[in-house]
């Protein structure tokens, strides 16, 4: 057993492959972490810019994006840079990064919860959803959805504080709070009554969306209109979350109950497939389903052409003209 007053620095594991194919994995990952960048950056410009898109779906969806570029930022550069050098980080390097992705696959959560919500009241009550959702009543959501996530991972990070490590090896590619709960010495006070609590909160919320499709289901059925909405709205809002509950399902069962017989490659692949698939894949889905959005997107890629064949024509203009003038001098 370690003493924990020497354990400054922990070890994260994963990166055992030669050096030799770090720099290709390294471009790779950079390659596609700009993906995701771009992705989401772009759809959250197009809602803010776009006021025909200042609408309640739209409105949750720019906060995902969000969310999905805040929980991306917790790993990329730290998995990047150990790709370049030691894979190791400080004891309170891995409590933040820890934090991070933590609240981030919980904002995600609620985030698809509330959006889940605005489907059903759209689609079930249409007749009060304008009334429904003010903008009073949008902000508050809103702001429901990035507390709850940040302050129950606040509270199950800050049962770890002051814990005694006895162990600095991490068997994973990032700092994870129950990696910490198992390198400590002794099982941190309050850390398993917070951690039921916060299993039980998000247990709720996928009973509350489970039902709220049910009901959409139900009402779309009597109706041919709501079953096109249905397609148009709901369908990548069900991809977007099978998606997210699979590559966050696999972690949690491998790192819960996992086999050492599993080899590294899929550990790995298993660890950071919700960090991976979700952030890149829901700007493309949304972008390309939903109609508004792709038709914002087109038009604005048709005005930076148009502005810069007015630009270059008037380049060309100028150059005539000063061609013309040079010539009859």
């Known amino acids: 057993m370690e003493n924990s ?23 790779l990952t950079l390659l596609w972490y700009c ?17 025909n898109l200042h609408e309640p779906m739209y409105i949750f969806l720019s906060n995902l994006c969000i969310n999905s570029l805040y929980g991306t930022v917790g790993f990329y550069p730290k998995f990047l ?11 309170a390097g891995c409590m933040l990064q820890g934090y991070v992705i933590h609240s981030s696959v919980c904002a ?3 985030m698809l919860a509330l959006m889940a919500y605005d ?3 759209a689609i079930c009550h249409p007749l009060t959803y304008h009334s429904f959702m003010s903008k009073q009543r949008i902000s508050a959501l809103v702001l429901v959805t990035w507390l709850v996530p ?20 991490i068997n994973k590619v990032y700092c994870v709070n129950w990696m910490m709960v198992k390198l400590a010495c002794a ?5 398993a009554a917070v951690t039921y609590f916060n299993i039980c909160l998000y247990c709720v919320l996928l009973v509350f969306i489970v039902w709220t499709y049910v009901r959409l289901i139900r009402t779309c059925l009597v109706s041919l209109e709501n079953q096109r909405r249905f397609m148009n709205t709901c369908v990548p809002h069900l991809i977007s979350l099978f998606t997210f509950s ?12 996992g086999s050492v017989d599993i080899s590294m490659d899929l550990n790995n692949f298993m660890a950071m497939e919700f960090l991976i698939i979700p952030p890149a894949v829901n700007p493309l889905l949304y972008g390309f389903k939903l109609a508004k959005i792709r038709r914002t997107i087109i038009n604005s890629g048709l005005v930076c052409s148009f502005i810069n064949k007015n630009v270059a024509d008037s380049l060309n203009g100028c150059m005539f003209m000063s061609y013309m003038t040079e010539d009859s001098d």
């Open 5 to 27: 007053s020497v354990v400054m620095l922990l070890t994260l594991s994963g990166l055992d492959f030669p050096l030799k194919y770090r720099s290709a994995v390294f471009v």
């Open 35 to 51: 993906l995701i960048l771009i992705g989401n950056i772009t759809i959250v410009s197009v809602i803010v810019v776009d006021k």
């Open 81 to 91: 840079l150990d790709l370049l050098s030691t894979h190791v980080i400080s004891h």
């Open 108 to 110: 995600d959560f609620t």
């Open 119 to 121: 489907r059903y009241v």
């Open 150 to 169: 940040l302050l129950s991972m606040f509270m199950n990070t800050a049962t770890l504080l002051g814990s005694r490590l006895c162990g600095s090896y």
């Open 187 to 191: 099982s941190p006070p309050g850390n």
């Open 246 to 257: 699979v590559s966050v399902l696999l972690d949690v069962l491998y790192m819960r109950f």
